[in-house]
Nanobody, 125 residues
Framework: QLQASGGGLVQAGGSLRLSCAASGFDSDFHSVAWFRQAPGKEREGVSCIRSFSNGPTYADSVKGRFTISRDNAKNTMYLQMNSLKPEDTAVYFC????????????????????WGQGTLVTVSS
C-alpha cells in the first residue's frame, strides 16, 4: 500500500513537504507521481518521476515551486512544496506503477495502478 502524509494548514507563501511511504511491494516502481484534487474539480497531475528518464515532470502551475523526489532505499517519495498559494488547496494523492510509460502519460491519472489515500493541504490567504 501507499501511505501519504504531511498535509496540513499553511499560510500563503509557506511550505510543506508531503511523504508517501510504500509497503508490501517487492521491487521499485518505474513511475511515481503526485496528483491533487480540489473540491468540485477533476484530479490533476502535479509532478512525476520515471526511472531512467531525463528528470521529473511538473505541471505548469507548480513549476519552480514544487520539487518531487524519491528514495528507493526507504521506499518513499516526497513532494516539497514552497511558495504555496491558496489555489494549491486540495487533497494530494501519491501514485505509482511498475511498467514503463511514455513521458506524455506521466501526469495522466489513468496511467497509475497503485494509489495512496490522500492528504489534505489547505493554504490560507
Amino acid at each position: 500500500q501507499l501511505q501519504a502524509s504531511g498535509g496540513g494548514l499553511v499560510q500563503a507563501g509557506g511550505s510543506l513537504r508531503l511523504s508517501c511511504a510504500a509497503s508490501g511491494f517487492d521491487s521499485d516502481f518505474h513511475s511515481v507521481a503526485w496528483f491533487r484534487q480540489a473540491p468540485g474539480k477533476e484530479r490533476e497531475g502535479v509532478s512525476c518521476i520515471r526511472s531512467f528518464s531525463n528528470g521529473p515532470t511538473y505541471a505548469d502551475s507548480v513549476k519552480g515551486r514544487f520539487t518531487i523526489s524519491r528514495d528507493n532505499a526507504k521506499n518513499t517519495m516526497y513532494l516539497q512544496m514552497n511558495s504555496l498559494k491558496p489555489e494549491d488547496t486540495a487533497v494530494y494523492f501519491c501514485a505509482a506503477r511498475y511498467n514503463r510509460i511514455l513521458s506524455y502519460l506521466c501526469l495522466d491519472p489513468s496511467s497509475y495502478v497503485y494509489w495512496g489515500q490522500g492528504t489534505l493541504v489547505t493554504v490560507s490567504s
